[in-house]
């Protein structure tokens, strides 16, 4: 039973270190899938794949190498050289993709709410930073609650979508958005999307198979993550796709739930608010572990909150649109690495 929970607890700290602003808004998968039209639901297939795969990759060295940050595991994948540049690159990633999450809270806060965007930023900015002063447990505690939660909302209206245009229906309008493609390929597409998430999650998930150290348990923790992330990916995907053009804004999921109850509403951007916060705690532990080089912990964690609020200003499906694909180009340096690696102690 102890184990189970294990399991589940590892599950859920991986969805929600992936899942963040732009999946559960459905900005990613609007993008990096249902702009392919059919062929954005086999790339769903690959990136679920490679989600199974090098989820366990990185936990299980995270687990042999006792890793403490995303450092560790980049010099043992990359080499020393290359490591140390791809050090830099992710811990820059992170404190972008930090901003992208704060931007997104903002966002939440004056669609939904019609107050001050500002005001959202301040508030997850906050509470992240809160968050990271526990360490690891509070963001595996922060995971198990809120995840359960976003995954119950995508499938309620993924299901209600589904059920009331029917699922033929709703393949039959799979219909290629190519101005909105971030690469021209449907596998270049879902390769980018796997590599900026997955190299962006080695901050927590590496020191979480150092913490968990149980290799059954980082074997089905990582595949029931992985899985879980693809079946919502091609849910979302069928959904927004069968409300093309229309979807096509700022945050889609959010725009779907118009068509509910206003309580499924303020249900779905409260859980969407929450999903974003998990992840905001992901990137700003790495980030603030990184810069914890220079400063004690403490500073580092308000210096991180201070120079993301900064930055959120330019808005959030700007910086998504803008940074995401270039992370994923970057970031296949990396995979490449962690295949290798993967291959070498699967043996």
């Known amino acids: 039973m102890r184990r ?75 080499g020393p050289l290359v490591g140390r540049i791809m050090d830099g690159a992710v811990t820059l990633f992170l404190g972008i993709t930090l901003t992208v999450m704060i931007a997104g809270g903002g966002a939440i806060f004056s669609q939904q709410l019609g107050s001050p965007y500002a005001l959202g930023t301040l508030f997850t900015a906050v509470l992240a930073g809160a968050t990271i002063l526990a360490g690891m447990r509070g963001i595996m505690t922060a995971n198990t609650v809120v995840v359960p939660l976003l995954t119950g909302a995508v499938v309620l209206l993924v299901a ?35 590599s900026y998430n997955l190299v962006l999650s080695i901050s927590v998930l590496g020191p979480l198979g150092a913490e968990v150290n149980d290799r059954r348990v980082i074997l089905w923790g990582g595949a029931a993550g992985g899985l879980a992330l693809g079946l919502m990916a091609a849910g979302m995907t069928l959904t927004i796709s069968a409300h093309l053009p229309e979807a096509a804004v700022e945050i889609p999921m959010l725009y779907l739930t118009r068509f509910h109850s206003g309580a499924v509403q303020w249900f779905y951007a409260l859980v969407l608010w929450a999903e974003i916060y998990t992840t905001a ?8 572990g990184r810069l914890g ?24 499906s700007r910086l998504l649109a803008f940074f995401y694909p270039l992370f994923g180009l970057v970031a296949l340096v990396v995979l490449a690495g962690l295949a290798r690696a993967g291959a070498v102690w699967a043996r």
């Open 4 to 78: 189970g929970f294990q399991v589940f607890r590892v599950a859920t700290t991986y969805i929600g270190t992936v899942v963040g602003a732009g999946f559960a808004s459905g900005q990613e998968t609007l993008r990096f899938f249902a702009a392919y039209g059919r062929w954005g639901l086999t790339g769903v297939l690959l990136a679920t794949a490679l989600f199974c795969l090098f989820g366990v990759t990185v936990m299980e060295l995270g687990r042999r190498m006792r890793a403490e940050t995303h450092r560790e595991i980049l010099h043992h994948v990359c």
């Open 281 to 288: 705690v992901a990137c700003a532990y790495g980030f603030a």
């Open 160 to 194: 209600s979508s589904l059920h009331y245009h029917g699922l033929g229906a709703a393949l039959g309008q799979l219909a290629p958005a190519p101005e909105l493609a971030p690469a021209r390929s449907w596998w270049m597409a879902a390769l980018l999307y796997v």
């Open 293 to 316: 080089r220079f400063w004690r912990y403490r500073e580092a964690v308000v210096a991180t909150i201070c120079l993301t609020l900064l930055g959120s200003g330019f808005g959030f």
